[in-house]
């Protein structure tokens, strides 16, 4: 008779303080609570240490990591507790205080439901089921349903709360530290210092990390993610400098004209933010399903009821096992953000991940998504007594010491053809100019067409050269000069090179089905001959960065579902146009915020491996769903067709929950090994940061 007492005490208990806040909220009174009642939640306690909150069901809204471990422990004694009163009936009257007290909430949420709303929720189906199988004894089973739904909850916040340290140290290469120019000298200050008017000194191989204005020294500055443009600009006093960008030759004093919000605390806090309000939203959709679901399951319980007696109409409501889906559908979505972190896939957004399953067409950008940062060189022509070799002998000779990238695609091109190169024996480095040495006797000058007319080089055939420049801009390539005792022997045709894994990578997304295109503010010839090279027909160049996003919403207009990728400022507009953007690490900051999703090796290999990603949660989740519904709908067919009675739909709630929460859990212990494991190889970005900070050689387009 005891429990019997303690089991109605706390339902009226939780029933009548349910109202009593609901009327304080009326009348104003606490508003904290107000807020928390109006959404049938239960109140945080001031000063608990909410690490990471996670929106539950409507019972359980807001549970952190400490109420959420507080009610798996209470659950953890209730079983045990409850075993115990098998052999000890005494110990029943505390199994049954302890399975009230978890059920609190559950009674809070489904009074505002029934007397406030006056519409069905699903806490009223949990309540239902839970009185009934409390007032018949059933303390086990109960206690055995309770710890699977709060170890689901409480995996749920782990996986979330994990999300942030892995953020932390996949942007953790952001700088921690820029040097501010101080009278004379140089000081290592912390970034997030910065305040416009400061002036930093920045070096070869750098990261330009803020918008300034440069007020002393001359540099070559690789724009790639800002124009989309594979070749380096010049910069002098007077000119902006934008962050992103990647200082790749001499040295530059820069006035900072804007900081602060873009710290790598910023892009983990916002992030994380979207994390949890996709994470919230799933949550969200799952449990207005559950809602949806209550009204029919407690009308068919009550028919039931009236038919075949009390016992089965409850043993039907205890069929409903929708509602462990609020904890396990979202927990699906959040190991396979964690997975695609592992696979070194940042997703910013489920929703992205969610979206992406969907996709039947990929749009590439061209510059620095299909192609690399160094470029390669092509045919080299002689016009003096020197042949090919000899020229390319002699630029790479010029070059050996330069970080540029082109001055590294020429050392690169000497040496597989077994070149060997004659040591230096003076060097005279203009930055923005070019390179002027001494090799023996013989003077050499390599770099840009300007250089060449500043040297004063004699060009034995003026209008063959202007041919030859004005062919190499129509086909998109740059010219390096190469002079001779201040004669010009040789031009040098500088190639964008095609990244070595698009080939595959292309090859595999057509096996999928998927339609390809290519987009690019590059030239006509270029932009086509690439598009030839990797079999994508559909191919849009010379176009600005609103015709990239008028091509993307074009697309979808004709019902297609797209996934735009690039890398530059130029793709911005498109990457927030297409269904899901996805960009590269290295890549303008803006266009890491707009896309949903970042490639965090800076090569396309992972691509492949997020589609896979992405259909594998789709089908984790329909498989959650499943495994909710069949044995939902078993134990509906026992009890109405064969007696089953509230034990057995006790137990098939159990399995139903443990099912639920296997098949969440499964991606993350098991479907990852399938997964091709997270490369180590450095990227050629990654090198070019970690070279050390030097005078380099600008080696200009043809024309500047």
Same mark, same amino acid.
């Given at each position: 008779?005891?429990?019997?007492?303690?089991?109605?005490?706390?339902?009226?208990?939780?029933?009548?303080?349910?109202?009593?806040?609901?009327?304080?909220?009326?009348?104003?009174?606490?508003?904290?609570?107000?807020? #928390?009642?109006?959404? $049938?939640? +239960?109140?945080?306690?001031?000063?608990? *240490?909410? &690490?990471?909150? %996670?929106? =539950?069901? !409507?019972?359980?809204?807001?549970?952190?990591?400490?109420?959420?471990?507080?009610?798996?422990?209470?659950?953890?004694?209730?079983?045990?507790?409850?075993?115990?009163?098998?052999?000890?009936?005494?110990?029943?009257?505390?199994?049954?205080?302890?399975?009230?007290?978890?059920?609190?909430?559950?009674?809070?949420? #489904?009074?505002?439901? $029934?007397? +406030?709303?006056?519409?069905?929720?699903? *806490?009223? &189906?949990?309540? %239902?089921? =839970?009185? !009934?199988?409390?007032?018949?004894?059933?303390?086990?089973?109960?206690?055995?349903?309770?710890?699977?739904?709060?170890?689901?909850?409480?995996?749920?916040?782990?996986?979330?709360?994990?999300?942030?340290?892995?953020?932390?140290?996949?942007?953790?290469?952001?700088?921690?530290?820029?040097?501010?120019?101080?009278?004379?000298?140089?000081?290592?200050?912390?970034?997030?210092?910065?305040?416009?008017?400061? &002036?930093?000194?920045?070096?070869?191989?750098?990261?330009?990390?803020?918008?300034?204005?440069?007020?002393?020294?001359?540099?070559?500055?690789?724009?790639?993610?800002?124009?989309?443009?594979?070749?380096?600009?010049?910069?002098?006093?007077?000119?902006?400098?934008?962050?992103?960008?990647?200082?790749?030759?001499?040295?530059?004093?820069?006035?900072?004209?804007?900081?602060?919000?873009?710290?790598?605390?910023?892009?983990?806090?916002?992030?994380?933010?979207?994390?949890?309000?996709?994470?919230?939203?799933?949550?969200?959709?799952?449990?207005?399903?559950?809602?949806?679901?209550?009204?029919?399951?407690?009308?068919?319980?009550?028919?039931?009821?009236?038919?075949?007696?009390?016992?089965?109409?409850?043993?039907?409501?205890?069929?409903?096992?929708?509602?462990?889906?609020?904890?396990?559908?979202?927990?699906?979505?959040?190991?396979?953000?964690?997975?695609?972190?592992?696979?070194?896939?940042?997703?910013?957004?489920?929703?992205?991940?969610?979206?992406?399953?969907?996709?039947?067409?990929?749009?590439?950008?061209?510059?620095?998504?299909?192609?690399?940062?160094?470029?390669?060189?092509?045919?080299?022509?002689?016009?003096?007594?020197?042949?090919?070799?000899?020229?390319?002998?002699?630029?790479?000779?010029?070059?050996?010491?330069?970080?540029?990238?082109?001055?590294?695609?020429?050392?690169?091109?000497?040496?597989?053809?077994?070149?060997?190169?004659?040591?230096?024996?003076?060097?005279?480095?203009?930055?923005?100019?070019?390179?002027?040495?001494?090799?023996?006797?013989?003077?050499?000058?390599?770099?840009?067409?300007?250089?060449?007319?500043?040297?004063?080089?004699?060009?034995?055939?003026?209008?063959?050269?202007?041919?030859?420049?004005?062919?190499?801009?129509?086909?998109?390539?740059?010219?390096?000069?190469?002079?001779?005792?201040?004669?010009?022997?040789?031009?040098?045709?500088?190639?964008?090179?095609?990244?070595?894994?698009?080939?595959?990578?292309?090859?595999?997304?057509?096996?999928?089905?998927?339609?390809?295109?290519?987009?690019?503010?590059?030239?006509?010839?270029?932009?086509?001959?690439?598009?030839?090279?990797?079999?994508?027909?559909?191919?849009?160049?010379?176009?600005?960065?609103?015709?990239?996003?008028?091509?993307?919403?074009?697309?979808?207009?004709?019902?297609?579902?797209?996934?735009?990728?690039?890398?530059?400022?130029?793709?911005?507009?498109?990457?927030?146009?297409?269904?899901?953007?996805?960009?590269?690490?290295?890549?303008?900051?803006?266009?890491?915020?707009?896309?949903?999703?970042?490639?965090?090796?800076?090569?396309?290999?992972?691509?492949?491996?997020?589609?896979?990603?992405?259909?594998?949660?789709?089908?984790?989740?329909?498989?959650?769903?499943?495994?909710?519904?069949?044995?939902?709908?078993?134990?509906?067919?026992?009890?109405?067709?064969?007696?089953?009675?509230?034990?057995?739909?006790?137990?098939?709630?159990?399995?139903?929950?443990?099912?639920?929460?296997?098949?969440?859990?499964?991606?993350?212990?098991?479907?990852?090994?399938?997964?091709?494991?997270?490369?180590?190889?450095?990227?050629?970005?990654?090198?070019?940061?970690?070279?050390?900070?030097?005078?380099?050689?600008?080696?200009?387009?043809?024309?500047?």
């Amino acid at each position: 008779m005891l429990d019997i007492l303690i089991i109605l005490g706390g339902a009226v208990y939780a029933g009548i303080n349910a109202m009593r806040e609901r009327s304080a909220a009326v009348q104003g009174v606490k508003p904290d609570i107000a807020a #928390a009642v109006s959404a $049938a939640a +239960v109140p945080v306690a001031a000063g608990q *240490s909410a &690490v990471v909150p %996670v929106a =539950t069901s !409507a019972a359980y809204q807001m549970l952190d990591t400490e109420k959420a471990d507080h009610y798996l422990q209470v659950a953890g004694v209730a079983l045990g507790t409850s075993a115990l009163a098998l052999v000890f009936p005494p110990a029943g009257l505390v199994a049954v205080s302890l399975l009230t007290y978890l059920a609190l909430p559950l009674y809070k949420s #489904a009074t505002i439901g $029934a007397l +406030v709303e006056r519409r069905p929720r699903s *806490s009223m &189906v949990g309540a %239902v089921l =839970t009185l !009934a199988s409390l007032g018949s004894g059933y303390y086990l089973l109960v206690a055995g349903s309770s710890l699977g739904f709060f170890l689901s909850y409480k995996l749920m916040i782990k996986t979330q709360a994990g999300s942030g340290p892995r953020v932390a140290r996949i942007l953790g290469a952001s700088p921690r530290q820029v040097w501010l120019a101080y009278a004379d000298s140089e000081v290592g200050v912390p970034f997030e210092s910065l305040r416009a008017g400061d &002036v930093i000194v920045l070096r070869a191989g750098e990261l330009v990390p803020i918008d300034g204005t440069v007020v002393q020294g001359m540099a070559s500055v690789d724009q790639r993610t800002l124009t989309g443009e594979s070749h380096v600009v010049d910069k002098i006093p007077g000119d902006i400098v934008l962050a992103s960008t990647t200082v790749v030759a001499g040295k530059l004093h820069v006035r900072v004209e804007k900081a602060g919000e873009q710290t790598t605390v910023a892009h983990i806090e916002r992030i994380l933010d979207d994390t949890a309000d996709y994470t919230a939203a799933v949550e969200q959709k799952a449990g207005a399903v559950c809602d949806r679901l209550a009204g029919p399951t407690l009308a068919a319980g009550g028919a039931t009821a009236l038919l075949l007696g009390p016992v089965h109409g409850v043993a039907l409501i205890g069929c409903n096992l929708t509602e462990v889906n609020r904890a396990t559908t979202p927990l699906t979505m959040l190991n396979y953000l964690d997975l695609s972190a592992r696979q070194g896939i940042l997703v910013k957004d489920g929703r992205s991940l969610e979206l992406l399953s969907g996709i039947d067409t990929v749009v590439f950008d061209k510059t620095g998504t299909l192609t690399l940062e160094q470029p390669h060189i092509g045919e080299i022509h002689c016009l003096g007594d020197l042949d090919a070799d000899a020229v390319l002998c002699l630029a790479a000779a010029a070059g050996r010491q330069q970080t540029h990238p082109v001055a590294r695609a020429v050392v690169l091109a000497a040496t597989e053809r077994g070149l060997s190169l004659p040591e230096l024996d003076d060097a005279r480095y203009e930055i923005g100019y070019g390179v002027k040495v001494v090799l023996g006797k013989r003077n050499v000058c390599l770099g840009s067409r300007r250089f060449m007319h500043k040297e004063g080089i004699h060009v034995a055939d003026p209008e063959g050269l202007a041919t030859l420049q004005k062919h190499s801009e129509q086909r998109g390539c740059s010219l390096l000069f190469v002079a001779a005792d201040a004669l010009l022997v040789g031009v040098i045709e500088i190639h964008s090179t095609l990244r070595p894994e698009a080939f595959a990578v292309v090859k595999r997304l057509k096996t999928r089905g998927l339609k390809l295109a290519i987009v690019s503010g590059d030239a006509e010839a270029p932009t086509r001959g690439i598009a030839r090279a990797l079999g994508i027909e559909d191919c849009h160049a010379g176009v600005l960065p609103d015709e990239k996003a008028a091509i993307v919403r074009q697309l979808r207009e004709q019902g297609r579902s797209i996934c735009f990728v690039g890398d530059g400022i130029n793709d911005t507009v498109a990457l927030k146009t297409a269904t899901v953007g996805i960009s590269l690490s290295g890549s303008a900051n803006v266009a890491l915020d707009t896309a949903g999703i970042i490639l965090m090796e800076q090569n396309l290999d992972r691509l492949e491996v997020l589609f896979d990603l992405a259909a594998e949660m789709e089908r984790y989740r329909q498989r959650g769903y499943y495994a909710t519904l069949v044995p939902g709908a078993a134990g509906a067919a026992g009890v109405l067709f064969f007696g089953m009675g509230l034990p057995a739909a006790l137990l098939l709630d159990m399995f139903g929950i443990g099912a639920a929460l296997g098949t969440a859990m499964w991606p993350k212990y098991v479907a990852r090994s399938t997964i091709q494991p997270l490369s180590r190889k450095a990227s050629s970005s990654s090198a070019l940061s970690q070279s050390s900070p030097k005078f380099a050689v600008n080696l200009l387009r043809a024309g500047q």
